[in-house]
Structures are given as structure tokens and as C-alpha cells.
């Protein structure tokens, strides 16, 4: 036995204080989330799926090994964090019960020597690889090289050392158990074995003092809190994910009569599960990777949101759950109004997070806030509100002409025709924009081709005020929302065909929540499906002209579809380029979550940086699935003097690339 | 302090009109009703006037029942109270009719101030709030730019072709809203739902001692037609030079403006 009584007793005491101080952070950390209130898209049940989903990106480290440098020194950590909680365990224990260990003296011990050793080696590789990202090479997305992050890799690597330190004055005395598996501690000892008995001795008490108290510092940083408190939340937090698609933002009870706020404008109203989202964040910046916002210059950095979030949840929620105060405004306040303005809602950051951390949803949260509870928003959004509301769209062109576009092109209205396979949904931008009017009659004259058996709703359809969704305007999503479902019931079609991500994610993840379910599918997902079946047929030009693929946020993030418009757009011989954004990690335009309606007045026009990240492809024209990006990459060109590169929507490309045959029948007869 | 504030309810000017089949009316039907933006102004300062000095204000609309929803925009601006006459017939009554019943109201509300757009939307009749002042015999000032009050007193800018100049009217008085006195607030939903709880009196021509034939129509629509719309935008090939030749001959011999 190595410690001494008085030892032994001093170490007793230090342990009792540190659990007392480590129970009372953590109920204190608690309460501060049961504080928020309730979540109610966190549904009962899935449980497994839940668990199975949290225990996979922990072990696996699924999200964090995206960036395959840093995600691989991370997984050398996380490993051996498990491997070292048992030795931590060992370690506490045996200070009263000499010789203790959980395997007892059995292989399994011995086995367990070699693999601490090889972990402690390994975490200690792990942890000044990271080191060196974050506080020497400093990529870009590292902004806080902070002091708390020196001090967690200090005392990860600290821990490591002393065990190591520990085990070989212990293997130099000859007292270390398993010391034959233990070959990096047997291996250090060989330096000590000069070192006289009478040095060691103390050297040992040293050390292992030094491992002893390096493990309670690393609890204590999970509950001051340092942002190693992801280590704890970040898993709950996963395990709590909510399970409704991302595009689904949570329905806003207006009829509740009784409620007093809309929207968020204190951190308590946030929902405890978004609360625990502040808890989880480790600081990593991979949302700001991709952010349209950070990447512009603006002041929306969804790290930074999520950091200052926390920073006031921890210094203002105490005074709040002990009644002793009120915690302090969010938007205009903590959170400044052009941060809650700017987001594109383009869930890059969601995406990316390996935390399972939400961003967009506390920015639309304070968003409804100013929105229902103090009418305080950009006055050109109060201009699309207003047309939304009286016109049916948001530039005010007259709800009688919404169909005009079509008066040529013999296309049938469901007030005619009562019932049809595919509801055509023209969307605003295909009714009354010059650019998007192009691309309806190009979708019109596939789906004549093809024989499709479709009809649109004409005067009666409107505007589903998604845009104005995300700007906060709940009430006038939900006005909107009764209109059509009403508007729909009438009429008999098995699928609702859109040309718009946004309409798309409106009917088919949003809707839900009013229980009216729909099919619905993307005009290039469809495409492909003719294409597929036979039912269309294009001419594949050999010159095979470079068309560079623009991953909309709507259709690629929040719904999964990449390859569709990339084989659409192959199979009318297009040589498709990706841009380095691509993908899941594609660029948003600009003009999601109704800054289509803003002002961008901050920074450099996202849409511009776009539009040249795309020319620099060399490619000769760009292709698009979404009106927002197709006015927001054209204006872009323009701006980058780039109007040689012409943007065009996929439906545009297939109409051009029909066979001169004409229309086919349903059955591919012509 | 009670301001009474007259608003219209009109058909968005958005919308594409159509004259009716009796050829002397619009057509109805599918046409998206709003409250009539220079009303929203008057609304907007009668409750910028109560928030400041204290006032109970009330909105009065005159025509048929769907009015109602304008008033209940207006209550949900922060108006207290709402009042509708019910006007018999679709398109009711020209503005003089229009302006005895509503000068009937107005009186037994008995207002200290009168607000009201400097005109509507539908027929810019413009005619109106100045019946009314007239019938009631108060003081009166028209396209208002900007107004202060006193508990006795209100002070106007009225604007006049290529300038404005400044009255002073002693209370009860009437006054109307020009565009540039305020941007009307965008109704919070709190503001909503407490609107649809306020109270909206509902008056009747019989109920003021007014019968509908004693009204006078001032005057009778006798046809109606909707403006020639023809779209003439030409867009000229050829090089400058020609096209700045094409251009002026365009402009001498075709449009005769030259």
C-alpha cells in the first residue's frame, strides 16, 4: 500500500468536498434546464432508436469523423475515456481498499493494463493533435483558441501523464500490479530505476497524488461548466433529439387564450431541450463551415449564438430558478435584432453539428417573438406580409391573375376538372415572376410530353406564406395554411407536383402537424420518375456542355434529395460539376427563411459569393431546383459579372432537351 | 378625451375589377376587402393620441355586414370600441347618403375629435368626412400630414398643391389622414385576440331614426367602364444610331408628343 493514514484521510476529506461541490453544480445545471419549457416535439417513445442512434455517433463518432483529422484524434480521446473511467474508479477506490480493481485479479485485469497503457498513449497523441489545430495551426473556424479550451486539453493530457507518471514510480518500486502489461508505465521506469529508494518513495506520493487530482479536475470542468460539459450532454442531447424532420418547425398554438407569449424573448421560454442544446456545444465551429452569414461577414455566428446563449443561461438562470430575478430580454438584447434577421435557415449549422445542436429554431423562436408580440420587424418584411395576406403573394400582383401565365398553354384548372393524378402547385414565383413563369410553362410542356395527367389550381391557389413562416409571422402561416388545406379538400389527385423545395417542404413536412397528409414530390424527383419510366425522352446532346449543380438548402438538407437533379440533368447530357460546396455541404443562396424579403444591408451579398464559387468552376452554365436560388445566382452572376453563365432551373434544361418526337403517351406511344 | 375614427372598407386595389352585368357597378364577387389604407392612418394616430393624452377611441364603418372586418382590424390596431351601421344593398349609397347616416352616428358617439382617411380607395370620392363635419357643423381640415392636440385644441398640417400650410381648430373638430402623418402599426396577435373580445355596436338606419329612402343619393351611376389598357412597349432593333431615329419618328408620328 502505498498511501499513508493521514494520506488516506486527507484524500477521504478532498473526495467528500469535491462530490458535495460537484452534486450542487450539477442539480444547480439542472434545474437551469428544467427551467425551459416543455418540448412538445420531443414525443414518448423510439426509445431504442434514440439509444441505438446516440450510442452509434458516440462510439462511432459518425458526424465528428466528417472531418477524418481532427475526428480521428477526437475518437483516440472518447476511447479512451471509457477505457479510463474504470481506471479512475480503480484508482479512487484502491486509496481505501488496497489492490481493488473491478476485474479483480483475473485476465481481464491483466488485459486491461496493456489497453490503459495503450490509451493513455493514445489520448495523449489525440489530445495534442488537437491541440496543435486548435491553438497552432488555427483554422478559421476556431475563433476562440480560448483559454477554457487550453486548460481542458491540459488537464486531459495532464491526467494522462500523471497516470503514466503514477504507474512507473509505482513499476520503479516494484508495488505495481500487472506491471508485465503495463508496457508503457514498466517501459518510463527504466528512466527512474537511478533515482535512489529514498527519492522514489516521495516521487510516488507525488505522483500519484497528481493523477488522483488531475480525474477531479477534469469532473470539476464538466461542472463549473467548461464546454467539457459536452462530454455529459452532448450524448443526452443526442439521446433527446427531436424526432420530426428538421423542416417541420413546431406549431404555435393561437388559439390557446390563455397564453401570454408567443415566440421567445427569455431564455426560460426556450424549451428545456433547447436549453440542453447550449449545454452540448463543444465549440468546434463546424457551424460556421458552411453558414451563408458567417461565411458573408455578417454578425448571425451560429457558434457565437450558442455560445452567448449559454454564457447567459449560466449567469442569469441561477438568479431565476432561486426566485431571486428576472433574466434579462433575448432579441434586441442578448442577441442583437441583425443576428435574428440574418439567418438563411439554411441548416448548415444544424447539419454539421455533431451535437445534434439546433440553431435555426431558437432564431425563429425570437423571430415570432418580435414578430406577434411587438410587430417589430424590417419594414420591407411588413410589405410582404401585407401582399401575402390581401393579394395571396408576396409582391401584391393581383390574385386574378395568378393563372395568366398559363392562358396559352391548354392547361386544365381542378375548378374544371374536378379531379387529376398530379396537382400541379405553381408556387408564386411560377405564377407571377417573369423568370419563374418560363419555368412553369417548361414544366408544363414536359408534363404534356410525357402524357401526365395533371391540373393546376389556378385563381385559387395562394401563397403558403412559408417565407413568412420563418420570418415569425405564425398567424399568417396558419391563416394561409386553412385556405388551401380547405382549397385541397375539394379536389381529387394523388400527388401534389412542386417546383419549389420551399412549397415542398411546406406540404410535405409541415402540414402534418394540421393533420393533412399529402404526397408530394419535386419537379426533378418526377422528372426522373418519367425519365425512368419511359415516359419522357430527351435528347442527350453529345457535346456534353459543364453544368455546374447548385444543391438548394430545401431540397438537399432538408430533404435529402442530391441525386435526383444530377442524374436528371446527366441523362440530358449535361457533364455536371460540383462546386466545392456541394451536397450536404452546399451554399446556401441567400434568400432562405424569408430574407428573400430583406434587405441584405450587412457584410457581402451571399448570393454573390455564391454565384462566384460557381463561376470559378468553369462551368458553362448553372443549374438550379429552386426559384429563390434561381433569382437569387442570377442577380448574383450579374454582380460577379458573370452573365455569360446562365442560370436555369432543371425543368428548363429537360424542356430544351425533349425529343423532337413531341408528346408520348402514358404508355411511351407517341 | 373620444375620437371616433371613419373607415371604409374597399376592395384591395390589387385585384382585377370587372364591371358588373348591369354595366353601372363593379363586380363583386372573389374580390379580397381591406380596410382603406388612408383609414389605417387615421386609425393609426387616433390610438397614437390615446397611448399619448388618453382617449377612448371608436371605429365607425358604415355598409354591409362584412365590415365588421375591417372594424375588427382596426380593434386590433388598439381601437377600444367599434361601431357599424348596417347599410342596406351591396353597393350602398354615394357619398352624400353615405354621409348623412354616418353624420347620424357619429353625433350620438358624441366625439370631441373625428378622424378619417382623406379619401377611399374605391371611388376617391374624397366627399365623406367633409359631409359629415359640414352636417354636423364642426371644423374641418383635409389631407393632414401631420397633428398635434390639445384637450381644447388641434393643430394640422394640411397639404396643398406644392406646399401645406398650418390651422388651428378648435374642439370637436374633423380632420383627415394624408400618408405621410404615420406608418400604421402591424397588429400584434396578443392585439388580435383581445379585439375579438371588444364590443362592435350595431346601429340601423331605424334604430338613428333614418329611413333608407330619406337618404339622398346625390347622385346615380349611370355606366361604368374600366380604363383602356394597352400594353405599347416596343423594344427597337438596329444599332444606336437607328435606334435613336426609329425612336424619334416613333415618338413624332406615332404617339405625336414631339
Excluded at chain 1, 500519484?208 to 467539457?228: E, F, R
Excluded at chain 2, 383581445?194 to 355606366?223: F, H, N, W
Aim: net charge neutral.
Amino acid at each position: 500500500m502505498l498511501l499513508t493514514l493521514p494520506e488516506r484521510l486527507i484524500f477521504a476529506l478532498v473526495l467528500i468536498g469535491c462530490i458535495g461541490w460537484f452534486a450542487q453544480r450539477t442539480v444547480l445545471l439542472v434545474r437551469l434546464i428544467r427551467m425551459g419549457a416543455d418540448d412538445p416535439d420531443i414525443t414518448p417513445g423510439l426509445w431504442r432508436t434514440r439509444l441505438a442512434d446516440m450510442l452509434l455517433d458516440v462510439f462511432l463518432q459518425r458526424k465528428v469523423l466528417r472531418k477524418p483529422y481532427v475526428g480521428s484524434f477526437h475518437l483516440l480521446i472518447v476511447w479512451g475515456f471509457f477505457v479510463f473511467a474504470v481506471n479512475t474508479v480503480n484508482h479512487f477506490t484502491g486509496a481505501f481498499l488496497p489492490g481493488f480493481h473491478l476485474f479483480g485479479d483475473t485476465f481481464a485485469a491483466r488485459g486491461y493494463a496493456a489497453i490503459a497503457d495503450l490509451f493513455a498513449l493514445l489520448i495523449i497523441t489525440g489530445v495534442v493533435g488537437m491541440a496543435v489545430r486548435r491553438h497552432v495551426l488555427r483554422p478559421p473556424i476556431l475563433t476562440r483558441p480560448s483559454v477554457e479550451s487550453a486548460i481542458v486539453f491540459t488537464c486531459i493530457g495532464g491526467a494522462m501523464v500523471a497516470y503514466l507518471f503514477a504507474g512507473s514510480t509505482k513499476a520503479a518500486l516494484g508495488i505495481l500490479r500487472h506491471s508485465e502489461y503495463h508496457f508503457a508505465c514498466t517501459f518510463f521506469a527504466r528512466y527512474l530505476e537511478s533515482i535512489p529508494a529514498s527519492l522514489l518513495r516521495p516521487l510516488a506520493h507525488v505522483a500519484w497524488w497528481s493523477d488522483a487530482l488531475m480525474h477531479l479536475a477534469l469532473i470539476g470542468l464538466l461542472v463549473i461548466p467548461t464546454k467539457h460539459l459536452h462530454l455529459v450532454a452532448g450524448p443526452i442531447n443526442l439521446l433527446f433529439r427531436r424526432p420530426r424532420p428538421r423542416g417541420a418547425m413546431t406549431r404555435l398554438n393561437l388559439e390557446d387564450e390563455s397564453a401570454e407569449q408567443f415566440g421567445v424573448a427569455k431564455i426560460e421560454q426556450f424549451t428545456w431541450k433547447q436549453n440542453l442544446d447550449l449545454y452540448a456545444c463543444i465549440e468546434c465551429g463546424r457551424c460556421l463551415e458552411y453558414c451563408p452569414t458567417a461565411l458573408s461577414d455578417k454578425p448571425l455566428r451560429p457558434k457565437e449564438l450558442i455560445v452567448d446563449l449559454k454564457d447567459h443561461l449560466i449567469a442569469h438562470g441561477p438568479a431565476r430558478v432561486n426566485g431571486k430575478g428576472e433574466t434579462p430580454t433575448l432579441p434586441g438584447g442578448v442577441v442583437a435584432t441583425d443576428v435574428i434577421w440574418a439567418c438563411t435557415t439554411c441548416a448548415a449549422c444544424v447539419e454539421h453539428c455533431p451535437m445534434g445542436i439546433e440553431h435555426v429554431d431558437k432564431l425563429t423562436d425570437m423571430r415570432r417573438h418580435l414578430v406577434l408580440m411587438e410587430a417589430a420587424f424590417p419594414e420591407t418584411a411588413e410589405t410582404a406580409f401585407r401582399q401575402m395576406e390581401t393579394a395571396g403573394n408576396p409582391w401584391g400582383f393581383p390574385p386574378g391573375d395568378r393563372a395568366a401565365w398559363a392562358q396559352d398553354l391548354d392547361v386544365a384548372t381542378f375548378a374544371e376538372k374536378r379531379r387529376a393524378e398530379v396537382l400541379y402547385w405553381v408556387g408564386c414565383n411560377g405564377s407571377y415572376d417573369d423568370r419563374g413563369k418560363r419555368i412553369a410553362r417548361a414544366m408544363v410542356k414536359i408534363l404534356q410530353a410525357a402524357g401526365v395527367d395533371f391540373a393546376i389550381l389556378g385563381t385559387e391557389e395562394r401563397c403558403h406564406c412559408e417565407s413568412a413562416r420563418r420570418l415569425g409571422n405564425e398567424l399568417l402561416y396558419q391563416t394561409a395554411a386553412q385556405e388551401i388545406m380547405e382549397t385541397l379538400k375539394q379536389y381529387e389527385f394523388s400527388r401534389i407536383l412542386v417546383t419549389c423545395p420551399h412549397c415542398l417542404n411546406t406540404f410535405i413536412n409541415e402540414y402534418s402537424a394540421f393533420d393533412a397528409h399529402y404526397r408530394v414530390v419535386h419537379h426533378t424527383e418526377f422528372i426522373a420518375e418519367l425519365l425512368d419510366g419511359g415516359r419522357l425522352r430527351v435528347n442527350a446532346s453529345p457535346s456534353g456542355r459543364a453544368t455546374v449543380y447548385h444543391d438548394s438548402c430545401y431540397l438537399g438538407r432538408y430533404h435529402d434529395t442530391y441525386d435526383a437533379p444530377r442524374r436528371v440533368l446527366a441523362t440530358a447530357g449535361q457533364r455536371v460539376i460540383d462546386p466545392p460546396h456541394a451536397r450536404e455541404r452546399g451554399l446556401c443562396c441567400g434568400a432562405g427563411g424569408g430574407r428573400m424579403w430583406l434587405e441584405e444591408t450587412l457584410g457581402v451579398p451571399i448570393n454573390a459569393l455564391r454565384a462566384r464559387e460557381l463561376a470559378e468552376t468553369g462551368a458553362h452554365q448553372t443549374a438550379a431546383a429552386c426559384p429563390f436560388c434561381i433569382t437569387m445566382l442570377t442577380d448574383g452572376m450579374k454582380s460577379a459579372h458573370r452573365e455569360d453563365i446562365a442560370v436555369l432551373d432543371i425543368a428548363e434544361i429537360i424542356a430544351d432537351a425533349l425529343t423532337s418526337a413531341g408528346a408520348h403517351g402514358p404508355d411511351g406511344s407517341e | 378625451m373620444k375620437i371616433v375614427v371613419l373607415v371604409k372598407r374597399v376592395p384591395d386595389t390589387a385585384s382585377v375589377f370587372k364591371v358588373a352585368s348591369d354595366g353601372r357597378s363593379v363586380e363583386l364577387d372573389g374580390l379580397k376587402f381591406v380596410m382603406s389604407p388612408y383609414d389605417e392612418h387615421a386609425v393609426e394616430e387616433a390610438i397614437r393620441l390615446k397611448e399619448k393624452m388618453g382617449a377612448e377611441v371608436i371605429v365607425l364603418s358604415a355598409g354591409p355586414p362584412e365590415c365588421k372586418e375591417v372594424i375588427r382590424s382596426a380593434l386590433a390596431m388598439g381601437a377600444d370600441a367599434g361601431a357599424h351601421l348596417l347599410l342596406p344593398g351591396d353597393t350602398g349609397y354615394a357619398s352624400r347618403g353615405v354621409a348623412e347616416a354616418l353624420a347620424v352616428a357619429a353625433k350620438t358617439l358624441e366625439p370631441d375629435l373625428i378622424l378619417a382617411g382623406k379619401q377611399a380607395v374605391d371611388d376617391d370620392a374624397a366627399q365623406v368626412p367633409e359631409r359629415v363635419a359640414e352636417l354636423l357643423d364642426l371644423p374641418h381640415a383635409s389631407i393632414v400630414t401631420r397633428l398635434e392636440c390639445t384637450a381644447t385644441a388641434v393643430t394640422v398640417d394640411c397639404e396643398v398643391e406644392g406646399g401645406q400650410f398650418t390651422a388651428e381648430l378648435p374642439l370637436p373638430a374633423l380632420v383627415t389622414a394624408q400618408k405621410g402623418l404615420n406608418t400604421p402599426r402591424y397588429p400584434t396577435l396578443p392585439n388580435i385576440m383581445k379585439a375579438k373580445k371588444k364590443e362592435i355596436r350595431e346601429l340601423t338606419l331605424d334604430k338613428l331614426g333614418l329611413s333608407g329612402d330619406r337618404l339622398a343619393a346625390g347622385m346615380t351611376v349611370t355606366a361604368m367602364a374600366l380604363p383602356r389598357q394597352q400594353r405599347l412597349g416596343k423594344i427597337l432593333d438596329g444599332d444606336t444610331a437607328q435606334r435613336v431615329k426609329e425612336l424619334v419618328r416613333a415618338l413624332r408620328e406615332d404617339e405625336k408628343v414631339l
